[in-house]
C-alpha cells in the first residue's frame, strides 16, 4: 500500500502538477518566470556558491538523464572497470560541488539581512529540498556502489514504467531505504518545481550564446557628469 503510494500515485500527482502548474504560470504569470536574480544585493558570496552549483547539477542532472534514455548505452561503457570507476568518480566530484555552492547559497539567503527580505518560503523550501537530495546522492555514491550500473539496469525500466502508464513497483520496493529517499525527494522537487524560482531552468537563455552581445557607449564625459554642480545632477532626466 505505502509503495503504491510512494512510488505510483506520488510520481503521477508530480508529474501532473509539473505539467499544468509549468504551462498556467508561463501563461499568466510570465515575470515569475525567472531565477529571480539577488546579484544586485550580494554579489561575492553568490558567486562561489552559484558557479559550482551550477556546473555540478547541470552534469549530475544530465547523467541521471543519460541513464534514464540509454541504460544499455551506460551499462555498455561500464563493462570495463576503469570506465565505471571514471563515471562514478566524476559523478562524485560534480555532486560534491552542488554540496559545497548549495551549502554556500543557503547559507547566504539566511543570514544576509538583504536577502532575507526578498527570500520568500518557497525559495528555502527548494534548497533545503535539494540539499537533502545532493546528501542523499553523496551518501549513495559512496555507501552504494556502483549506482550507474544498477540505476540503469533496475530504476531506469522503472521510471520508464511510469511513462508508459504501466508502473512496475518490484525492483524499487526492494531498494535500501536511502535510495527510495532519494527517489521520493526527487518526485517532490518535481512537486513543488512550477511554485519555485527553478522554473528558469526551463527557459535557460541559450540564446545568450550566439546573439550579438550588447554594446552600452557612453555620450558625455563621466567625470564632468558625476561633479555635484553639474547640469545632470541638479536636473536628473525625467527617465532616470
Ligand atoms: C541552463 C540552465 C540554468 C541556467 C542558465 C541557470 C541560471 C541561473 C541564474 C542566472 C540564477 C540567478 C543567480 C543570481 O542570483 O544572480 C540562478 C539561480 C538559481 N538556480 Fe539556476 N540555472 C540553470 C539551471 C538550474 C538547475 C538545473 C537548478 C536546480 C535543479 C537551478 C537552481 C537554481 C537555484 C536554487 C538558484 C537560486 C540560488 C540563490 O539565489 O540562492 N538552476 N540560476
Same mark, same amino acid.
Given at each position: 500500500m505505502l509503495n503504491n503510494f510512494l512510488f505510483v500515485a506520488l510520481p503521477y500527482a508530480a508529474l501532473s502538477v509539473f505539467l499544468v502548474g509549468t504551462i498556467f504560470k508561463y501563461r %499568466? =504569470?510570465?515575470?515569475?518566470? %525567472? &531565477? =529571480? &536574480? &539577488?546579484q544586485f544585493l550580494e554579489g561575492n558570496r553568490l558567486f562561489w556558491g552559484v558557479i559550482p552549483f551550477h556546473w555540478g547539477i547541470l552534469v549530475v542532472f544530465l547523467g541521471h538523464l543519460t541513464a534514464f534514455l540509454v541504460p544499455r548505452g551506460i551499462l555498455a561503457w561500464n563493462s570495463r572497470p576503469l570506465r565505471l570507476l571514471i563515471l562514478e568518480m566524476t559523478g562524485l566530484a560534480f555532486a560534491l560541488c552542488v554540496l559545497v555552492g548549495l551549502v554556500l547559497l543557503l547559507y547566504r539567503r539566511l543570514t544576509n539581512e538583504r536577502l532575507k527580505v526578498v527570500t520568500n518560503r518557497m525559495d528555502q523550501v527548494i534548497e533545503w529540498l535539494l540539499l537533502v537530495q545532493v546528501v542523499l546522492g553523496c551518501w549513495i555514491a559512496v555507501g552504494y556502489r556502483w549506482g550507474s550500473s544498477w540505476f540503469a539496469s533496475d530504476l531506469s525500466p522503472y521510471l520508464w514504467s511510469i511513462f508508459r502508464l504501466d508502473p512496475q513497483t518490484t525492483a524499487v520496493s526492494a531498494m535500501p531505504l536511502v535510495v527510495k529517499l532519494h527517489i521520493i525527494a526527487a518526485f517532490l522537487i518535481v512537486l513543488v518545481f512550477p511554485f519555485t524560482? =527553478?522554473?528558469h531552468f526551463l527557459v535557460a537563455p541559450f540564446h545568450y550564446t550566439w546573439r550579438p552581445y550588447q554594446r552600452v557607449i557612453w555620450h558625455w564625459d563621466r567625470r564632468t557628469v558625476r561633479r555635484p554642480e553639474s547640469s545632470w545632477n541638479q536636473h536628473p532626466p525625467r527617465n532616470n
Open positions: %499568466s =504569470l510570465k515575470f515569475q518566470y %525567472s &531565477s =529571480l &536574480s &539577488s524560482r =527553478l522554473v
